[in-house]
């Protein structure tokens, strides 16, 4: 059974960073790329960008690029997203597996639980 | 980009029932590149239809998909406790993909 469970609720200020974790089971870390999604509350979802566990290669949207990282561990089947917060950052962030070829996002298979980041002065 | 806009916002079903709900594309979604995912609160999204029609990893047979261009369907016959939850649609064949608002599916 595919499993990825997300680290803990998070409060943060603004200017801040934080740093979200995410540990899969039931499959091989290596073999899918993992990207993060923001879910902001009212708002719909937004693909953030990627990370190829395989090579350590990182992808990024547009509207994330250059305040947020995306890595991933292969010794502890663990992806992380680290981003510099601004007060629109609150939301739920999720890490989600699913393929990407030539600049094209596909369907997400398996989903971690979210994680509620909250930012506030 | 493409704008995808789910109707109803709520739907009200009874157990049993049939439920039906729409995701409509502001422009032509490329090879039916259209998923449906379910979120309860809590609890992890899950994949129940990708490619329009074809049903997610262990998802029953009364969950199914339809439709092509810039209409789609996910229709929910006999509806059990556990599908009521909030469902929604993403496009994934241009980019940027993108995802609908979400119709909430509660229990009437």
């Known amino acids: 059974e595919v499993q990825m469970i997300q680290s803990g609720a998070e409060v943060k200020k603004p200017g801040s960073t934080v740093k979200i974790s995410c540990k899969v089971s039931g499959y091989t870390f290596s073999d899918f790329f993992l990207h993060w999604l923001q879910q902001a509350p009212g708002k719909r979802f937004e693909w953030m960008g990627l990370?190829?566990?395989?090579?350590?290669?990182s992808i990024y949207a547009e509207r994330f690029q250059g305040r947020v990282s995306i890595t991933a561990d292969t010794s502890r089947d663990t992806a992380y997203m680290e981003m510099t917060l601004t007060s629109e950052d609150t939301a739920e962030y999720f890490c989600?597996?699913?393929?990407?070829?030539?600049?094209?996002?596909?369907?997400?298979?398996?989903w971690g639980q979210g994680t509620l980041v909250t930012v506030s002065s | 980009e493409i704008v995808l806009t789910q109707s109803p916002g709520t739907l009200s079903v009874s157990p049993g029932a049939r439920a039906t709900l729409s995701c409509r594309a502001s422009?032509?979604?490329?090879?039916?590149?259209l998923a449906w995912y379910q979120r309860k609160p809590g609890q992890a999204p899950r994949l129940v239809i990708y490619?329009?029609?074809t049903r997610g990893t262990a998802i029953p047979d009364r969950f199914s998909g339809s439709g092509s261009g810039t209409d789609f369907t996910l229709t929910i016959s006999r509806l059990e406790p556990e599908d009521f939850a909030v469902y929604y649609c993403h496009q994934y064949g241009t980019s940027p993909s993108t995802f609908g608002q979400g119709t909430k599916l509660e229990i009437k």
């Open positions: 990370v190829d566990p395989s090579d350590g290669s």
């Open positions: 422009q032509s979604v490329s090879r039916g590149k």
């Open positions: 490619g329009a029609s």
């Open positions: 989600a597996t699913g393929a990407y070829s030539s600049g094209l996002i596909y369907f997400f298979d398996y």
